[in-house]
């Protein structure tokens, strides 16, 4: 095949991928400059690029291809760095020696060779299968550090006993997520049987501690969420490698995911905390792959009842990303979403709204409206205005989110169903209690039938509906609802994961609001003692539990071990959260009606009167909560002295 011809076919096979690859939503430039590097298709989606390249009418593969390719696909990722990460493809006709495809699995770089038989739609096809199925696994948190981002809010909060009319009850907010998805056994199965042939063959060719092979030894473990396995991989990483090799930095990354998503955040933080030295020791400290880590440990930080800490890195890391990316990026946008979740923990409601309305006008310049990413911080943005108050404005950014994602992902997605979720608690907040539980009803329905019985989000949503079904005053169905979220995850997760701890707390609060204070009372004081075990004694989850068994002490009439356990609650939140913090408050709130029950209304009173003025600064003067502790102090000082 002459020159011309040779370029003339590769140009009919790139526009013949370009077509193929949009019409399954990638988009794909041609020929593309980017300074020095002109690849022969740039294509991307969801933020996850593919560099390709083709070379056709040579006989036999040269290893320059795969270098090369490999040096532009990192080149790129430090030049522009998308959030999902770079990946290279090489197409080619030529024949491909076994050593040269053991080798390229050593870099980001995928060999689709095309044979003499094949037809060119048969091969486009396949190509566009690859393509798709490495942005699945971008999406998954493969073993390279710029997957493992994970950002985002989406767990049920702990219960607190209140003293409004439907309680305090969580509303969760969804939120990005880059970390391991869950996979179906049958594809889990496959996939580690694929991975292991692929290492008893590479280590044929290239011996048990080749870079390569420990890579895929890491892959494996990976698909198989096993500590040991990682464990395993990075100890023979660090004897045949060098400690600071990138490759012992992305799977001790993976690790830290993993020991997060189990619960074990203290261990997560420490590997996090050390992985991010080890980047800025290789990259530099601005690097997209410091400031991930540095990110993951802020998510860390947070999950530990750190949240102080946390809003510090999230806020240090939003002011580099701007710095470096400008404010117009989608990793900007990741940050302001962060930050802004963190500062709704920490209470700091009309800051975090601000971030969040400032996110949602920036993804929709860079997004669009219909974009996943603007109705995830739409979605967060309306649980910030749920938590203050502003259920009017709350209820509708959810009605819209809600009628977005039915459009754009349809009734049955995931995300589709949390915003429902969402938006019937916003209503039951409202005290439209009628309207707010069939819509859970049928969102559990949903969860069962596509995730089944006992896929986490199933539970989170059988766990809700217990929520309601205390807010609507079916206590005897919440009992009973809890109680099988409590087995299922005790048997799932074990007794010590926060999750199991969750439901403990609020088959605690079932039993505490159906007059059962004994049983609650001993509910709550085996949460509390795994709180401190796992989190420690300053986690807001164990000062929830805390002040849970202090509720439940003062309904058993013992009022001066009541009085001890909610003092010292009130203690340690204002040490941890501020005096403004809705917990705080709640905890002044607590230990005023204990002391008014046991007799001393005066000091009582006077508590009262503190968190009135916490109330006004936390959510306005005419709040409703605001309104109904300043009626009960006055009752109080109606009341005569014992």
């Not at 100890?235 to 045949?240: C, E, G, M, T, V």
């Not at 300053?538 to 202090?550: C, E």
């Not at 009439?557 to 609650?569: G, K, M, N, Q």
Request: glycine share 8%; charged share 25%; proline share 3%.
């Amino acid at each position: 095949m002459r020159e011309n011809e040779r370029q003339q076919y590769e140009r009919q096979f790139l526009e013949r991928l370009s077509n193929a690859l949009g019409e399954r939503g990638w988009q794909a430039v041609l020929e593309p400059r980017l300074g020095d590097l002109r690849p022969d298709a740039l294509v991307t989606k969801d933020g996850f690029t593919l560099i390709v390249e083709t070379r056709f009418a040579v006989r036999e593969a040269r290893s320059s291809w795969v270098l090369d390719l490999a040096d532009h696909v990192l080149r790129f990722d430090r030049l522009l760095s998308p959030a999902a990460g770079t990946y290279g493809i090489l197409v080619t006709d030529a024949e491909v020696a076994s050593r040269l495809v053991a080798a390229s699995a050593r870099y980001p770089v995928a060999i689709h060779q095309r044979h003499p038989n094949q037809g060119m739609g048969e091969f486009i096809e396949e190509i566009c299968g690859a393509c798709d199925s490495l942005l699945i696994q971008s999406h998954r948190g493969a073993s390279t550090v710029e997957r493992a981002e994970l950002v985002g809010d989406s767990n049920i909060s702990s219960n607190k006993v209140g003293s409004s009319p439907v309680g305090n009850l969580s509303i969760a907010a969804s939120g990005f997520s880059y970390h391991t998805g869950e996979v179906v056994a049958g594809d889990r199965t496959r996939s580690a049987n694929e991975i292991e042939a692929r290492i008893e063959q590479l280590t044929g060719i290239l011996g048990p501690h080749h870079p390569t092979v420990l890579s895929l030894r890491s892959e494996l473990a990976q698909i198989c969420q096993s500590e040991v396995m990682y464990r395993e991989v990075i100890n023979d990483q660090l004897r045949f490698l060098s400690a600071d090799s990138p490759d012992v930095l992305g799977t001790k990354t993976s690790l830290a995911s993993l020991l997060a998503q189990k619960g074990k955040q203290e261990e997560a933080a420490n590997i996090y905390r050390e992985a991010y030295q080890q980047a800025v020791a290789i990259y530099g400290s601005n690097s997209q792959k410091s400031l991930i880590l540095l990110n993951n440990l802020a998510s860390a930080y947070a999950a530990l009842g750190r949240t102080s800490e946390a809003v510090d890195i999230y806020a240090d890391v939003l002011r580099r990303r701007e710095e470096e990316l400008g404010r117009d990026h989608p990793d900007v946008v990741l940050s302001q979403n962060n930050l802004a979740n963190a500062l709704r923990d920490l209470g700091q409601l009309q800051r975090a709204i601000s971030i969040f309305r400032e996110a949602l006008d920036t993804s929709r310049r860079l997004y669009g409206s219909d974009h996943p990413t603007t109705l995830t911080v739409k979605n967060n943005l309306a649980s910030a205005y749920a938590e203050s108050g502003a259920l009017r404005e709350a209820i509708g950014l959810y009605e819209e989110t809600l009628a977005d994602r039915v459009r754009v992902l349809g009734a049955d997605h995931p995300e589709t169903l949390t915003v429902r979720n969402n938006l019937a608690f916003a209503y039951m907040e409202n005290g439209d209690i009628e309207r707010g539980v069939p819509i859970i009803e049928q969102t559990l329905a949903d969860r069962e039938h596509l995730l089944g019985a006992d896929h986490p989000e199933t539970l989170s949503t059988r766990n809700n509906l217990a929520n309601a079904y205390l807010a609507a005053g079916q206590i005897g169905r919440a009992i009973e609802l809890h109680a099988e979220v409590l087995a299922a995850r005790s048997r799932l997760f074990g007794e010590a994961h926060p999750l199991t701890l969750n439901s403990r707390n609020n088959l605690g609060q079932a039993y505490l609001m159906s007059g059962d204070a004994g049983r609650s009372a001993e509910l709550f004081s085996d949460t509390l003692r795994l709180c401190r075990a796992v989190l420690g004694e300053d986690h807001p989850d164990t000062l929830t539990a805390q002040g849970n068994l202090g509720l439940a002490l003062q309904a058993e009439d013992d009022f001066d071990e009541a009085i001890s356990v909610l003092s010292d609650t009130l203690h340690r939140r204002e040490a941890l959260l501020g005096q403004s913090h809705p917990d705080t408050i709640q905890s002044q709130i607590d230990l005023a009606l204990a002391l008014a029950q046991a007799g001393d209304y005066q000091e009582g009173a006077r508590l009262l009167g503190v968190a009135e003025e916490h109330c006004i600064t936390a959510f306005g003067r005419e709040d409703e909560k605001t309104l109904w502790v300043r009626r009960a102090r006055e009752r109080l000082l109606d009341m005569p002295e014992r």
